[in-house]
């Protein structure tokens, strides 16, 4: 099996270093997982069809060890799950080469993300594509120590700003087309983890955006086998 389904896989839900501990569930050719940053501000529910592998939860707590030693093999690789009783204790992944063990974590040392209850209502939908994705990422980048970005609708005009505030500020707007736009109040939302959103899934031609003023962002993107919803909670008030 081609080893970059599973890395695909794991920077969808590890966006650079912000989740590293997740249950893994495998079950009738499909991987899925869903995951929570350690300050809460980021929830996101993935999965990946057409995976060939045994049916069982693997209990992954430290995903930045995991990507290194993944790293050692080539892209060519078989995988098996070393056991104790009915728990995974061991992934062991192997090449024409070499072997590398991955030791598995009971899954109750694993924080596990809340039930997701009602959503809120998203007054707010922006077409997210290639130029938005580029745009977004070059303009964080530009903006390194800027913490945030902030949507502002008036129900005609939609723009997405990196770096907002009421007072005159180092920024980058980014035009955006909307296929449903409402007048809200202006809701602002962790940049960083929102670049590195991008990152994970720069390779997808299309996706929404849905913002709601309530204080909760919602994105999906659907490319290849892999399905990833993100739920971004926003920050406190920009002035």
Known sequence: MEKTKLT?????????????????????????????TGDKSLLGELSCDNFTFENTE????D???LSKLLGV???????????????AIAL???DQHSA???????????????????????????????????????????LSDTETFTVLSDGTDTKVIIGYASINTNRVTIPVVTTESSKIKNVSFNANLFKD???ANKECESA????????????????DDYDVTYYLVAVQDVD
């Open 8 to 36: 695909r896989f794991i920077e969808k839900y590890h966006l650079g270093g912000n989740v590293n501990a997740v249950v893994i569930n495998s079950d009738n050719s499909k991987l899925s997982t869903r995951f929570i």
């Open 58 to 61: 693997l209990g992954v707590y």
């Open 63 to 65: 995903t930045e060890q």
């Open 73 to 87: 093999l080539s892209d060519d690789v078989t995988y098996n799950v070393a056991k104790s009783g009915d728990t």
């Open 92 to 94: 062991e992944v192997n």
């Open 100 to 142: 590398v063990n991955f030791m598995l974590s009971d899954k109750s040392v694993i924080n596990q993300p809340p039930a997701l209850k009602q959503l809120p209502d998203f007054q707010v939908k922006i077409k997210v594509d290639r130029q938005f994705i580029n745009r977004f990422i070059s303009g964080k980048s530009a």
């Open 197 to 199: 959103v991008l990152v």
């Open 208 to 223: 929404t955006l849905e913002v709601s003023e309530g204080g909760l962002a919602r994105i999906n993107f659907k490319v």
